[in-house]
């Protein structure tokens, strides 16, 4: 069956320090994968999807970048975090770009 | 630009009294429908996928309905475990792979 593992689970950062969330998904392969952003009581915003390694698009300006190093890897970092990037991050994969998400636990960030 | 407007933002029932959460969406053409359930502090959870106006989809106590500008999720004789929050999600045929997602439904169910 299919994983997905999304660390760390909590995190407090310094604004202006760097940042760097992971994403492996295991049991199948080349899935679409996607980093969100939720802000408490929102709904979740798409920041980053990839259909496949090196493959990136970027849905909102900001100061955080995806990359997609390996096949079943997804990784969200930033050079100098903000305040207004505090929130809850999910990665999510899935089959094909039109078949329903599942999600990671979800990395709640804090900038301090 | 794709919207998806869910009511109401919080509902409590007590245990057996069932109800509906609504999801409201303006989309160019719309490719799919997803539910989501949400627990505090968690990833969502897939629930359902709904295609095209008129299909339904069950499992347990939810059963989702879809029409062209709106989908229900009926709960029927809800538990307390049923208590999340519940995220309605669509992608147009113009957006591949972007959902938009609403700002979901909070359901407490009371014993």
């Known amino acids: 069956s299919q994983t997905i593992h999304q660390w760390p689970a909590t995190l407090v950062q310094p604004v202006g320090s760097p940042l760097s969330l992971e994403c492996t998904v295991e049991g199948t392969s080349n899935p679409n994968l996607y980093w969100y952003r939720q802000a408490a009581g929102r709904g979740l915003q798409l920041l980053f999807y990839?259909?496949?390694?090196?493959?990136i698009s970027s849905e909102v300006p900001q100061n955080l970048s995806a990359s997609r190093p390996q096949d079943r890897q997804f990784i969200l970092s930033s050079k100098k975090l903000l305040l207004s990037d505090s929130g809850f991050y999910l990665c999510?994969?899935?089959?094909?770009?039109?078949?329903?998400?599942?999600f990671g636990q979800g990395t709640r960030l804090t900038v301090v | 630009e794709d919207q998806v407007t869910q009511s109401p933002e919080a509902l409590r029932l007590q245990e057996g009294e069932s109800s509906s959460l609504n999801c409201s969406y303006t989309?160019?053409?719309?490719?799919?429908l997803f539910w989501y359930r949400q627990d505090p502090g968690k990833g969502p959870e897939f629930l359902f996928t709904?295609?095209?106006a008129g299909e339904e989809k069950e499992k347990e106590r939810l059963k989702a309905t879809l029409t062209k500008k709106e989908s229900f999720l009926h709960i029927t004789a809800p538990k307390p475990e049923d208590s999340a929050t519940y995220l309605c999600a669509v992608q147009a045929n113009t957006n591949a792979g972007k959902s938009t997602f609403g700002d979901g439904t909070t359901l407490t169910v009371k014993p």
């Open positions: 709904l295609y095209s």
């Open positions: 999510a994969w899935s089959v094909t770009e039109n078949t329903e998400a599942f």
């Open positions: 990839s259909v496949g390694i090196g493959q």
């Open positions: 989309v160019s053409g719309l490719r799919g």
